[in-house]
């Protein structure tokens, strides 16, 4: 009862609660506007936590991590335009369930999924942090590659009809992710002499431009939409029957998540990226995933919110950020003098047990605001289709929706394509070039084996269709 009774006192002694929403809330903000991640809305706050308590100004950064994570959601759903990274899952029937008047509902399904994202991720990193960091120890520069060679191996599943034009777009994606400057060593690369373009090209840029753009080219020839009713234009939680749809896509986000989360570098794009292919994998329905599948929002969001909880077990456990907004967290730490790492538990024990509390209210309080806010968000969308057009394309590639291209596995390309070349030079380095590095690590074995099988299969399912169609046009 110890851990409880210093989780209370946090709470109840400083203005933890108070921060706990208002994170929350600017968090969704930063996450709905295409353009502002999770960390730089973090940033954005982080000169006014100076003036805090360490526990109240430790929690409203975490808050707005949590806030993020789900707003990414909102306008992926409505406009077609991620908010967030790993958001761009649940852009392909999130969308689809809008386009066909369902919008309040993918909604609500984000929300709950959200929520119970979020709060299995706090379990895990409450009762967890020790046993999983050593996990985290594990994994050696092959172990990344592997990885993310897992994750590019999800493009056989994201392509639609056509494998080939899956992988043509996302070789464009890795060809985008190469420009910048060498992760090993530090020369220029198809920058064409620009400093800006040295830091590279931020994923959410290419994601604005790949699904919010085109959108808007491809609307022009549209009809007028039309209007929705009141039925259709507010929120709605999931009833029952959706609730049991769900609890498969919940259970394969928490797993993949969890495992995502933990691991330093991988982060909530990949675990929803990974969800949503295991879902479509293992769904009585995988005809329904690209045409407004519940399964296919409830997956992605759940994992992704999971993240938020288990990212910060390499944080709290062994003083490591595993990702921008944990780095940005970390800053917060610093700031008040405190140190993450197994010391920290000892030392200020009251700041780890206000932590999880303050996340705990956190998910709640996403709750509480996302009943409030995504009513007007749903009226703000269903307004005269020239006005919201002009309004999206202020905020912010034809082609390649014109040749039929799949824009997802580009967004994967993009967004893995640094974690695999800088992770497959590096093993380089430490092996003297030899590729055998690969197979000789037990993790990235064994991730390099299940992204063969998952090729593998996706392959075989696409020649049995090819097959099929020939057979059925012979006679």
């Known amino acids: 009862m110890t851990e409880f009774a210093l989780a209370w006192k946090a709470m109840t002694a400083s203005w933890a609660v108070p921060a706990a929403f208002f994170g929350v809330f600017w968090g969704i903000i930063g996450g709905a506007l295409p353009g502002i991640s999770p960390s730089i809305a973090m940033a954005l706050l982080l000169p006014f936590t100076y003036s805090l308590d360490p526990i109240t100004a430790v929690v409203l950064l975490a808050s707005v991590y949590v806030g993020a994570e789900y707003g990414g959601s909102i306008p992926a759903i409505l406009i077609r335009t991620p908010g967030t990274n790993s958001a761009a899952a649940t852009v392909l029937d999130g969308f689809e369930m809008h386009r066909r008047g369902r919008g309040g509902e993918a909604l609500g399904i984000s929300l709950v999924s959200g929520l119970v994202g979020g709060l299995f991720g706090l379990a895990l990193l ?20 592997g990885l993310g060679i897992l994750g590019l191996s999800v493009i056989a599943s994201l392509t639609g009809r056509t494998l080939v034009k899956g992988l043509i777009a996302g070789v464009l994606g890795f060809m985008v992710a190469t420009i910048g400057t060498d992760p090993v060593s530090g020369v220029s690369r198809f920058t064409f002499g620009s400093p800006d373009l040295l830091g590279g090209i931020r994923p ?15 609307q ?22 959706t609730w049991k749809r769900m609890f ?26 990974l969800s949503y292919n295991e879902a479509r994998r293992w769904s009585k329905h995988p005809e329904e995933f690209g045409h407004g599948s519940i399964e296919g929002i409830a997956a992605p969001e759940c994992a992704n919110n999971v993240v ?46 206000g932590l999880y ?4 209210v956190a998910n709640i309080a996403m709750l509480l605001l996302g009943l409030v806010i995504l009513t007007p968000c749903l009226w703000l969308v269903n307004c005269p289709k020239p006005y919201l057009m002009a309004f ?32 497959y030079r590096r093993s380089l380095v430490l092996s003297g070039g030899d590729h055998a590095i690969f197979v000789q690590d037990p993790i990235a074995l064994g991730m390099l084996v299940c992204a063969a099988a998952m090729i593998a299969v996706s392959v075989s399912r696409e020649l049995r269709a090819s097959r099929r169609k020939t057979g059925e046009a012979a006679p």
């Open 126 to 145: 409450a009762l967890l942090t020790e046993p999983l960091a050593r996990v985290a120890l594990a994994f050696t520069p092959p172990a990344y590659f």
């Open 204 to 218: 959410i840029l290419i994601m604005v431009g790949l699904f919010a753009v085109s959108e808007l080219m491809a």
């Open 220 to 241: 022009v020839i549209e009809p007028p939409w039309a209007h929705a009713d009141q039925r259709t234009a507010r929120l709605k939680l999931p009833d029952w029957a």
């Open 248 to 273: 498969k896509p919940h259970a394969i986000g928490c797993v993949i998540g969890s495992i995502e989360g933990v691991t330093p570098g991988a982060g909530g794009t990949i675990a929803a990226f």
């Open 308 to 353: 938020t909880g288990t990212a910060l077990v390499p944080l709290l456990g062994l003083g490591i950020p595993g990702s921008n907004s944990a780095a940005v967290l970390l800053g917060g730490f610093l700031i008040h003098g405190l140190t993450p790492g197994p010391m920290l538990f000892e030392r200020s024990p009251e700041v780890v047990y």
């Open 357 to 360: 509390a303050g996340l705990f």
């Open 392 to 423: 999206i394309l202020a905020l912010i590639v034809y082609a390649m929706r014109g040749f039929g291209l799949p824009f997802l596995p580009m967004v994967l390309g993009v967004v893995l394509g640094f974690l695999v070349e800088s992770n």
